[in-house]
């Protein structure tokens, strides 16, 4: 079975600093992985995946992910954090034709 | 439309009641999804369609949990008899193609509250 952990469930970082959001994954085949952000009161709303090729994604708001087979690995990254960028954030992953199975969760606080 | 939709946003129920959750896809999305969210956990998959086709039903948790997708664009899941482990954010997503790994688009979610 497919799965996915989010070790944090809170990560704090100043504003201006780099932030990371860790992700790992199990899956049997080759995975297709996915990170999601929330707002408050708001749905899922997507910001970038991995499906094949580069292993550096870019994707939505500054932020990108890194693609790491022997780590089994999809860490989100950013550079320089923003207040606006607290918000809760999920990774998600699917292989064949299993249904997409996501992490708990990981809330993002980033203080001026 | 502009994205996915779903009503109501809230629902308020008592126990024993059956309740009917909508979803309006993205124009032209094939494929369409429930999740269940409980507070503090990521979605969970319930049940998707292609077109008017359930094609997976294995993430409902029990019989008193339907769904019906009749032409193929909105959708209505349907828990029967509702309990208060029902209550939850219910989230409907559409994409694309039928084919994964297509990104999946999320509406803004159904908060169901069973007394």
């Known amino acids: 079975a497919q799965s996915v952990a989010q070790p944090e469930d809170q990560v704090n970082v100043a504003e201006g600093n780099p932030l990371t959001v860790k992700c790992t994954y199990s899956v049997s085949g080759n995975p297709y992985l996915f990170w999601y952000v929330q707002y408050p009161n708001r749905g899922l709303q997507f910001l970038l995946k991995y499906i094949t090729g580069d292993n550096l994604v870019k994707g939505s708001y500054g932020f990108e992910a890194e693609f790491n087979k022997s780590q089994t690995s999809f860490h989100l990254k950013k550079p320089s954090a923003l207040v606006s960028d607290s918000a809760l954030y999920f990774c998600?992953?699917?292989?064949?034709?299993?249904?997409?199975?996501f992490g708990k969760g990981t809330r993002l606080s980033v203080i001026a | 439309g502009a994205g996915v939709s779903q009503s109501p946003r809230y629902k308020v129920t008592k126990r024993g009641q059956d309740v009917a959750l909508r979803c309006d896809p993205i124009?032209?999305?094939?494929?369409l999804y429930w999740y269940r969210q409980a507070l503090g956990q990521g979605p969970e998959f319930l049940t998707y369609?292609?077109?008017?086709?359930?094609?997976?039903k294995s993430g409902l948790p029990n019989d008193r949990f339907s769904a019906e997708r009749p032409e193929g664009s909105i959708s209505t899941l349907t828990i029967q008899r509702t309990e208060q482990r029902d209550s939850a954010m219910y989230r409907c997503?559409?994409?694309?193609?039928?084919?994964?790994?297509?990104?999946?688009?999320f509406g803004p979610g159904t908060r169901l509250t069973v007394l």
């Open positions: 998600a992953v699917y292989s064949g034709n299993t249904p997409l199975v």
């Open positions: 997503a559409s994409s694309r193609a039928s084919g994964i790994p297509d990104t999946q688009y």
């Open positions: 369609f292609n077109y008017e086709a359930q094609q997976d």
């Open positions: 124009s032209g999305h094939v494929s």
